[in-house]
């Protein structure tokens, strides 16, 4: 309050008392305008810092910002734990998942073929997916791999060959095969191969034993041989 303000009350109050009533309503009526400024000044600036991303961390705007932004940081983590958990699933799976490009050249392998099959992925990107097959498989081979690529999408039969393992001996996978050329994120032909040779052994195993047994009854029965 400026001196020429108190002069002015003093001139129109009659008694000190009602110039010292007239001072204090001044008073709180300036503390009261100037809270309302304040009050305009700091919703002007929220309306700034807003539009600029700025706040204070209690404003609804700040809170919605917070919020968002724990959500993406979740759905980071989330997304980084389920490519941790795919990643671990082709990597001890018991497949191997590889892509052919149109000319059956290796362009992905999954990181199990080292586990399985002794090679690393150095070895199979970039070679020809028959380098590593018997010579009397490749022509069935080639006959899937056309048929997919004629049928896209489609899933073709399952055929068997001959893998030749680094130490040079050679496994019995199963595969089947599917043309996705036309998509984008893969632009291959994917070949999940399967290592059955333990399989194929055992059932050899079994079928020689009943062939034993068969042999022997057929011996010791004679009346067995009609």
Known sequence: ????????LRECCQNDVAFERARQLFLEVESQSQRVNNTAQASKEAVVFSSIGVSDGHSPLSMSIASASRAESL??????????YFQALIENAS????ILDINGVFSYCSPSVERILGYTLADVVGRSGVDFVHPEDVAPLLQTLQAALSHPWVLQPPVEYRVRHRDGSWRVFEAVTTSLLEDPAVAGVVVNCHDITTAILSMRIILTKIFILNSYQWLEYPFCRS
């Open 1 to 8: 309050m400026t001196p020429e303000i108190l002069e002015a």
């Open 75 to 84: 759905s980071l983590i989330t997304a980084q734990a389920r490519e941790h």
């Open 95 to 98: 497949d191997v998942i590889v």
